[in-house]
């Protein structure tokens, strides 16, 4: 039997601590409540927002009209260098996982907050590695008959930081990934090097979305832009988005209660008090300044939630 709740204050389960109230809530473990969750969206017309661990979600203080349902459907399995995964499993637990069995290509993921299915929808990467690198497939739920269909690796546009769930809005349900296999001792101790970097510029706590601005691939910009752009700024072929902000200013500046890192121009922090709006204000403020500058519109790598788009 779903656990529906009323008016759920989002800000509750965002690594940002923001977010207005869900007009309806649910959690589901299985996919029988997914199955269920998504029967009472239909059957009462009510469009449906499933999310994972909340960690790259920006929502408009006035909340959502929909039924946000949060995905905790988890479990690993696997056959031999092969894994399943559910998509509700919190990344590191599927990252801990393969390390402790000696599978390979994971294992610089550790650390980023979230589920699969969150770190697969935004193609989630960091220190060279990416969540799509050694992924096969991903089964989502039909919405038509309810049932699972399984998308190979070159059907989901796997691109920086982008898929094809960012478009079709498709509920995933599993991943599946054929890994290498690697020494764990190794694995477990380039996990531990990533995460002592990590924690310089996430300390625990944080309350942030990660990364707020993608990066710029530098083949991508074009010439005339790119020939302003100290060479030395790109780095592994990306033009980082926090090198533009800082060139605008953006380091250490605070507004109602959102201050971007002093030590990170692309990372905004909730100071605890912060609005969704006081977030988003700032954010395009900087993005403004970038564009003036340099003739680059930035992207928020960030999921928006009833807010709209930054570029407008
Ligand atoms: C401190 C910190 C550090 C971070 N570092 C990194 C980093 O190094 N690299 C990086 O790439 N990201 C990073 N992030 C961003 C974030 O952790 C990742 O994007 C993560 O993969 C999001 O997963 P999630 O489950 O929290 O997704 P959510 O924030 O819950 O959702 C994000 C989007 O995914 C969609 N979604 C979630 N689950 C599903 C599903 N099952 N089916 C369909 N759509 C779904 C949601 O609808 C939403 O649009 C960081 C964030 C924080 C807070």
Redesign the pocket.
């Given at each position: 039997m779903l656990q529906l709740e009323d008016n759920y204050p989002m800000n509750q389960i965002?690594?940002?601590g923001i977010g207005g109230l869900a007009k309806k809530f649910v959690v589901v473990t299985t996919f029988e409540e997914l199955i269920e969750a998504v029967e009472y969206a239909q059957g009462q017309r009510l469009p449906y927002?499933?999310?994972?661990?909340?960690?790259?979600?920006l929502i408009s203080d006035e909340g959502v009209d929909c039924l946000v349902i949060?995905?905790e459907m988890t479990a690993v399995v696997q056959n031999d260098t092969e894994i399943t995964v559910k998509?509700?499993t919190?990344?590191q637990e599927l990252v801990d996982y393969t390390i402790s069995h000696g599978l390979a290509d994971l294992q610089k993921?550790t650390?980023?907050?979230?589920?699969?299915?969150?770190?697969?929808?935004?193609?989630?990467?960091?220190?060279g590695q990416?969540?799509s690198d050694h992924l096969t497939a991903v089964s989502?739920?039909n919405t038509n008959n309810l049932t699972t269909e399984q998308l190979n690796n070159s059907d989901c546009l796997f691109n920086y930081?982008d898929s094809i769930?960012?478009k079709t809005?498709?509920?995933?349900?599993e991943v599946h990934f054929q890994l290498e296999r690697g020494d764990p001792h190794i694995l477990q101790q380039e996990a531990r090097d990533v995460l002592s970097k990590?924690l310089v510029?996430?300390p625990p706590g944080?309350k942030?979305?990660?990364?707020f601005f993608k990066n710029l691939v530098a083949s991508e910009i074009p010439q005339e832009i790119l020939k302003n752009i100290p060479q030395e700024k790109i780095v592994f072929g990306k033009l980082p988005a926090g090198a533009l902000l800082e060139e605008v200013g953006a380091k250490g500046q605070k507004s109602d209660g959102i201050e971007i890192a002093p030590y990170h121009a692309n990372l905004f922090i909730n100071q605890g008090s912060g609005s969704a709006k006081a977030f988003y204000n700032l954010a395009k403020a900087y993005a403004l300044k970038v564009k003036e500058k340099f003739g680059i519109t930035l992207e928020p790598?960030?999921?928006l939630?009833n807010l709209p788009p930054l570029a407008k």
């Open positions: 965002t690594t940002l927002l499933v999310i994972g661990g909340g960690s790259n979600l949060k995905n998509s509700g919190p990344l993921l650390g980023i907050p979230g589920t699969v299915g969150g770190a697969v929808y935004g193609n989630a990467g960091a220190y990416t969540i989502v739920l930081r769930f960012k809005h498709d509920t995933i349900v990590r510029k996430y944080i942030c979305p990660g990364s790598e960030v999921q939630i």
